[in-house]
């Protein structure tokens, strides 16, 4: 283990800042036929809800110019059977677990977050980007007093460290963040991905079976790194950023802007090998410019 890299986050501390965005990588089955997952600072697994979601018709995927839009509907086999199978696989690693949990009631975050709490986990990710269907389908994590009440009343359900991840289909995303915090979070992440939407012009028809689904990639990068340099000024928690990150150069920019960790989401289709190279990647950075810890560097963007 390489000290320089640790980073602790809510008391729990990794190898190195680097993890996974969920929805990205599985629960790294797959992946791991290809890379190290011992390698990595954690793994932020699929979204997964109390009961089995089948998630949206197809098709569900669209890539773009920059990018990747996708309408999934965190299709996922429900908590039980993650816990059965999914938990005890990822104990073979020496990796943090953070498991990212979803909901369209309040009742169902808290149903999803107690489930957990006796688990073999290290962290939750609490997605409030969710539509909520009691309110008609808007997003859980537009409205700060929603997102406050949503999340003390999901605190009162967990046992680990609860991430809260942010929503970026907002005004201002500084008054959710605070929201976010007063509600209990030990620490936020994001962005989650924007709305995107793209038409086959021959046949006159939306690509994806959903219309719209949510944009990520390299086109997102500088309006995510925007909204985690705001977050990281605005409030105490540490913050995971995300957004478009796909090589070293790109995580470090995060860093620099007050990020505590960095998470590799869409890069993962294209390159699986994109989340060990940026962990060489900065430690190599880190060799060649005489850095002694990541705390010399991070948020060194006034």
Known sequence: MDSRMETTIAGVTWKNPVTTAFGTFGSGREYGELIDLNRLGAITVK???????????????????????NSIGLQ??????????????LRQYDTKIIVNICGHTLSQYCAVAERFADCDIDMLELNISCPNVE??????GTDPHVVERVVKAVRNYVKQPLIVKLSPEVTDITEIARAAVSGGADALSLINTLRGM??????RKPILANKIGGYS??????????????VCHSVDVPVIGMGGISTFEDALQFIMAGAEA?????????????TVEIIDGIRQYMKENKISSLEEIRGCID
Do not use: C
Not at 79 to 84: C, Q, R, S
Not at 135 to 140: C, P, Q, T, V, Y
Not at 267 to 272: R, S
């Open 47 to 69: 979204g997964v809800s109390e009961e089995a979601w089948k998630g949206n018709p197809v098709p569900r995927l669209a890539e773009t110019q920059s990018g990747l839009l």
């Open 198 to 203: 793209k038409i086959d012009i021959h046949k």
């Open 76 to 89: 996922n086999a429900g908590a039980e059977l993650f816990i059965e199978n999914d938990i005890p696989f």
């Open 135 to 140: 309110e008609g389908g808007l997003s859980f």
């Open 262 to 274: 960095v998470a590799v989401g869409t890069a993962n289709f294209h390159n699986p090998y994109a």
């Open 217 to 230: 990639g390299p086109g997102i990068m500088s309006v995510a790194l925007r909204m985690a340099y705001e």
